[in-house]
């Protein structure tokens, strides 16, 4: 499949977990941290994807502006939507520190973007 398909089945997912009632999710804890794990795993690998969107280029992508629309867009804007979201779903809450994990996954996902050039264009 595309990398769009996958960006946009990604944050299809997000946004099903994200703001799905409280009261539906499991209680599975494996570790105390795994909340924010799932966070920074959510939007570390829809940054990843999302960031290729359009570019064609190879070399310095990173002063492509389409690249940063990218990261803004796909990346920012969701995080934040989705957690202030949360807020009005019932048994679920914003809760800052989520999207403090949530823009560390999105950088994340931009150097794994930026210095992995052997997967950057498999989706592509």
């Not at 960006?7 to 909340?35: H, I, K, N, R, Y």
């Not at 994807?49 to 502006?65: C, D, M």
Request: net charge positive; with cysteine; hydrophobic share 50%.
């Amino acid at each position: 499949m595309r990398r769009e398909v996958w960006t946009f089945l990604w944050l299809a997912a997000c946004t099903v977990a994200m703001l799905a009632p409280g009261s539906t999710l499991p209680e599975v804890s494996v570790v105390s941290f795994q909340d924010k794990l799932i966070h920074f795993i959510l939007f570390g690998v829809l940054s990843y994807l999302s960031l290729g969107l359009g570019i064609r280029e190879k070399k310095e992508v990173w002063r492509i502006k389409r690249f940063w629309i990218n990261f803004f867009v796909l990346g920012l804007l969701p995080s934040i939507g989705l957690e202030t979201a949360q807020h009005f779903i019932p048994f679920r809450s914003f809760d800052l520190n989520d999207l403090i994990v949530n823009v560390l996954g999105i950088i994340s996902g931009l150097f794994g973007y930026l210095y992995c050039p052997s997967s950057k264009f498999i989706l592509d």
